[in-house]
């Protein structure tokens, strides 16, 4: 009661409800600022702390020198310039300090702790503005009061900052204040309620009154501007990080060369609009969009033309989009869009413009191209029910559409796009068939058609798929080679290979088939000398085989690189000869070690004549140019008898030994070599053995 009766009776009342404006506002920007130096990190944060100290500060110290003024007493009164100063010091330094440690993560107790520091500097500031106060009288403190104040300065402080910093709840904003406020106010009013004085007649004049009111008056505007200035801080900050948030969600959601919504837009606008058209009863087509001769223009003319082509592109799709439709760069070269229908007219309305705008000549400085697109459709709910669904169900068409030459725009078929969507899953599972080790290596045993003896083996590599069981060649192969797995599946095999022809006892050849597509991308000689050195294995029992498609496919190239590879004392032999184009002109234009006979031969030579015929055609040309000649598909032992008489050198079929693991060949029994050589009729074949 003595301190309500404190601020009734001896204040002006006028006077304390400015201090309390002042107050208020104070508090309000302080704790703004702070959240603000909350945010940030380093010296950023010492900036947003600084500030928050000044704005701080200063509302503590106007707040308790416009009280002072408020404070009536019957006796003259002057302020120590000095002391005043040193106060108004004292609060701002002192709350840098307390929001340093209430914001710091290392002790547990750090809002508190640090709200504690700041109730200490307020209560430093006042009792120091009370030193600057001087008065003509005698002055008495109640030592209880000053106590009092202390201990509700620090203690409201330290609540203030508890809710500031952690928020335990909805309203802890505004209870931070309400208790920043009580902890200023209850300190001076209490600390004002423990002192009394005795005015001594000196015969000094009073202190005016008005002048008294108009210095309150001109502290609280100097305040109000101080806080006036952090206020304006948090504003333009705020300003600028709306407008950074406003700049990175535009990156985030927006392809930045062409301007277009991005892959992750397209995903949440595909998303509400399948909702709508549930609700709606009507269809959602989702097209996905490639570029047909991108490509071309990056080769012929750079990236930088390339990147005009993508933005000529963006701005002609931006400008085609009506209500209802969604167009997306979703990829380098890829587009995707989207539009919710009713009729069929206008899908394929919509369908048309797209092709139409495509298909456009694009000028880029002097040159004039059109890209061209393939064009694939899926519609909601017919084609998918999902997002994921839908958007592969449009890729799968729209890769239909790209190997049809004659159709740019491929609604989705199920029968027709689900056997490319096994082939691409195959694709996938294929590339990860190495790491998982599910590859292994067959050998198939040629032999000498005159003697019966082993010459070597042929390695053939075999898939086992842990849902499909084993996958053949002819059906993996070709898909290795299309999404360039081959590469990675072909030194597997190179490696593999020559390791566990290096353990044999024996010194067998082995023959390894090379893919057209290892010769286009990879340093070949180079990976088969490492291989080499790596394993031990002599080169000479390497030998390396391939197609003609392989020489026609860059014959310049591939001649090279073949020359680079048999310098190594490599071996080369030609695969699958008498099915190319130019046979000739390839053993003209490489001296091959080896030709290897095409098996469709074989198939035919028991009945027809001109099968019989190519044979020994094949035969009698590698005796001229003293190639020897492999014959591959020999399965019976008439087939066999044939070769025997024209011949041939070597052979290698089923009759002869079917593709088996390592571990089987270096178990043969000795019912297999007998078996073995009676189809010779002179020395059996020697096999290896298990070292």
């Known amino acids: 009661m003595r301190v309500l009766s404190c601020i009734f009776t001896e204040h002006n009342l006028w006077l304390v409800l400015l201090a309390a404006f002042v107050c208020v506002s104070g508090g309000w920007i302080t704790f703004g600022l702070l959240r603000q130096?909350?945010?940030t990190r380093e010296l950023q944060r010492g900036g947003w702390i600084f500030l928050t100290a000044v704005a701080a500060g200063s509302s503590i110290w106007c707040t308790h020198f416009i009280a002072m003024l408020a404070y009536q007493v019957e006796a003259p009164v002057t302020f120590d310039p000095i002391l005043t100063m040193a106060s108004f010091l004292l609060a701002v330094i002192g709350c840098a300090f307390g929001f340093a440690i209430a914001l710091s993560s290392l002790p547990r107790v750090a809002p508190e702790f640090g709200g504690a520091i700041v109730g200490l500097a307020i209560v430093a500031m006042h009792y120091t503005g009370m030193m600057a106060y001087h008065v003509d009288g005698i002055v008495e403190w109640n030592e209880g009061y000053v106590v009092a104040s202390v201990v509700l300065s620090v203690i409201f402080a330290a609540l203030a900052h508890h809710q500031a910093i952690r928020?335990?709840?909805?309203?802890?904003?505004?209870?931070?204040?309400?208790?920043?406020?009580v902890a200023i106010?209850?300190?001076h009013f209490t600390a004002m309620t423990a002192v009394s004085v005795t005015p001594l007649a000196t015969g000094a004049g009073l202190a005016d009154s008005y002048a008294l009111k108009a210095m309150a008056v001109a502290v609280a505007g100097g305040g109000l501007i101080i806080i006036g200035t952090g206020v304006a801080s948090y504003m333009i900050d705020?300003?600028?990080?709306?407008?950074?948030?406003?700049k990175l969600q535009h990156m985030a959601l927006n392809d930045l060369l062409t301007g277009l919504p991005n892959r992750g837009s397209f995903a949440d606008y595909l998303q509400g609009e399948m909702q709508h058209a549930e609700e709606d009863g009507a269809k959602l087509a989702v097209i996905g969009i490639d570029l047909d001769r991108f490509k071309e223009i990056n080769d012929l003319r750079g990236h930088k033309a390339g990147d005009q082509a993508l933005k000529a592109i963006g701005r002609r799709l931006a400008r085609l989009v009506k209500d209802g439709e969604f167009v997306a760069r979703v990829g380098g070269d890829e587009f995707a869009a989207a539009k919710r229908f009713r009729s069929q007219s206008e899908l394929l309305d919509f369908v048309a413009r797209l092709e139409k705008t495509l298909f456009e000549p694009i000028r880029i400085d002097d040159f004039e191209t059109a890209t061209g697109a393939s064009i694939g459709v899926a519609i909601y709910p017919d084609d998918g029910i999902d997002q994921e669904r839908l958007v592969s169900n449009a890729d799968l068409a729209m890769y239909r559409a790209k190997a049809d030459v004659g159709r740019a725009v491929c609604f989705y078929e199920s029968k027709m796009d689900e056997a490319a969507r096994a082939r691409h899953t195959l694709a996938q599972d294929l590339r990860r068939a190495v790491e998982l080790d599910q590859l292994e290596l067959h050998y198939q045993v040629q032999t000498s058609v005159s003697t019966g003896e082993i010459c070597g083996y042929e390695v053939l590599v075999r898939w086992h798929h842990p849902e499909h069981g084993a996958v053949p060649p002819s059906e993996f192969i070709p898909i290795a080679e299309e999404s360039g797995t081959i590469l990675i599946i072909g030194e597997w095999v190179l490696r593999t290979a020559c390791k566990e022809a290096a353990s044999w006892d024996k010194p067998y050849k082995i023959a390894v088939n090379l893919s057209p597509v290892q010769f286009a991308h990879a340093d070949l000689a180079r990976l088969v000398h490492s291989i080499l050195l790596e394993t031990g294995l002599s080169p000479?029992?390497?030998?390396?085989?391939?197609?003609?498609?392989?020489?026609?496919?860059?014959k310049s190239r591939t001649l090279h690189v073949l020359r680079q590879i048999r310098a190594l004392g490599v071996t080369i032999a030609i695969d699958d000869f008498g099915t190319g184009y130019s046979s000739l002109d390839t053993l003209r234009s490489f001296p091959f070690d080896k030709i290897k006979l095409d098996r469709s031969f074989m198939n035919e030579v028991d009945q027809s004549i001109q099968a019989k015929a190519i044979v020994r055609a094949v035969l009698t040309l590698g005796k001229s140019l003293e190639i020897p000649v492999l014959a591959e598909g020999v399965e019976t032992d008439h087939q066999l008898e044939i070769l025997r008489v024209e011949g041939c050198d070597e052979a290698q079929g089923f009759f002869l030994g079917r593709p088996k693991p390592v571990a089987q060949i270096f178990q043969m029994t000795a019912a297999d070599e007998d078996e073995a050589s009676r189809f010779s009729g002179r020395v059996p074949p020697q096999r290896m053995r298990r070292r």
């Open 185 to 187: 106010v209850s300190l």
């Open 37 to 39: 130096a909350g945010k």
């Open 238 to 246: 705020e300003r600028a990080s709306r407008e950074s948030i406003q």
């Open 167 to 181: 928020r335990p709840w909805h309203f802890s904003g505004f209870a931070a204040l309400i208790l920043f406020v």
């Open 540 to 554: 000479t029992r390497l030998e390396l085989e391939i197609t003609e498609s392989t020489i026609i496919a860059d």
